[in-house]
């Protein structure tokens, strides 16, 4: 079966500094992908590359078959549009460290969005499936709710269903935990839970190594711009081979 | 003898004791100083050289009225002017084509750096560089005709207030959060929509304050169009006073209109801010 996302000798430098030195990786539908590595080892880029926040350096990144940013024509490579990179976005969903929630929408403003204004669907239909998505995520009662009423996991809930308004085919997730308060974690991390269960293929950075080793199907460690290892959670999380990911997680147990 | 054998002894409880209050002496001192000053003052003016009848009889007369009317008229327009060239500039400049980036820049520096007077005064004698204006083959016309005061204030004002603008949108923009932009761009839309639907928005909260100054200064900026003709407040007054040499009174009249349009605008300034402000302020805050 071919993979939903192809990553192929991945390269991205920010000036001469490389922070991405040949990563390849692939991740089949209704996978659920855990990133985990020391701060800096790249784990954020490799997700802005794949949504294209990002301008890869060389290499090449397919999703659903189709290659990112780039368009083969006779021989050559060229890049694409603004416009075409728009719309090849679409398939990915996006849920940040920070939320990033529209300051000056509600929450259910803030799903409607996009499907409104970019996919140009019918705003009543549109209303209806947010609203859906709210209950999907607790927070019905917060519809009419500013991402400043909010608390964090609450706004990262609305964040998620923001993103799954867009009917993407792959969500990222990066460290979307580590900006919460330690009692706020849960909340995020069950409703992730709940939509690996659906099938929904994710790309997930995080530190959170319980909720890796109960929902990935795949774990990968990265360290200074590279994959290390990757492999079952049992083979990364429980019986590592490479002595960089032994150190990496007894340091990470350890805290 | 204290309820709590944990705390330190010798605090006395403050409950009992009735609370004086502070006496302002400085506060009092300062009005009752003020109120003399301002009584001094009223009395040079009541018995100083002027007819306050003519004051207010001039103040409603049908050509001062139509003077109002247009300044108002052409401060409005003109801000709209400037309003939208300010956006289209300040987008350019943060645009990340180099070309765009420069024709911004000169329009900043040229139209900033040069005195409102003279390009008013520079547009309505256009017809001197340019006798025949309009775009060839399709249409054209006689300068003269088409820069008339309305036209040659209305794009001096505008067009040199859009110099201003872009730096408060400039600044407006750059104050909303990187990763606003981000995440519009992760459901898919362009720097343009992007930009309309989630960056402006945000910017408006920080550019209102300082556009509302600006609009203020519009609303006096507008009497230097006197000097090409256009029939704002100030032109007509003076029009009056050329004929009956009430210079003083005519000037009041004046100066009490531009007190009472700006006076208008202050709460309509607060209704906007409060607006844009939703989401930003906790309920209640
Ligand atoms: N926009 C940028 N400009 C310069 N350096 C960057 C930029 N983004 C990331 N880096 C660098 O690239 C490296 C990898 O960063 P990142 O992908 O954020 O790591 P991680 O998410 O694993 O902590 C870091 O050393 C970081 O300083
Ligand atoms: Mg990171």
Redesign the interface.
Known sequence: MTPLVAIRDVRKRFGSFEALKGVSLDVTAGQVLCLIGASGSGKTTLLRCV?Q?AEIDSGGIWLDGELLGLRADNGRLHRLS??QI??Q??K???V?Q?F???????ALQNIT??PV???RRRPAEVTEEAMDLLRRVGLADKAAS????LSGGQQQRVAIA??LA?RPKLMLFDEPTSALDPELVGEVLAVMRELASTGMTMMVVTHELGFAREVADRVVYMDAGAIVEAGTPTEVLETPREPRTQAFLSAVIRR | MSTHPTLAPGFPDLANLPAARRMHWGRWLAAAAIVAALALLGRAFAAGQIEWPYVARFLTVPVILDGIRNTVIMAVLAMALGIVLGVAIAVMRLSPNPVLKSVAAGYTWLFRGTPLILQLLLWFNLALVFPILGIPGLWSGRAVDIMTPFLSALLGLGINQGAYTSEVMRAGILSV?T??Y??????????L?ALR??IL??AMRVVLPPLGNEFIGMVKATSLASVIQYPEVLHNAENIYYANSRVIELLIVAGLWYLLVVSILTPLQMLLERR?A??????GK
């Not at chain 2, 981000?182 to 720097?191: D, S």
């Open positions: 949504n926040l603004e416009a728009a719309k976005r679409l990915t969903g996006m940040f920070r990033n929630l529209f300051a000056h929408m509600t969005e996009g204004q970019v996919q500013y991402p400043s009423e923001r993103a867009m | 959060d990763g606003q981000e995440a519009a761009q992760t459901i898919g839309m362009g720097r929509l639907r989630i928005p945000q844009f939703r989401g930003t302020t906790r309920i």
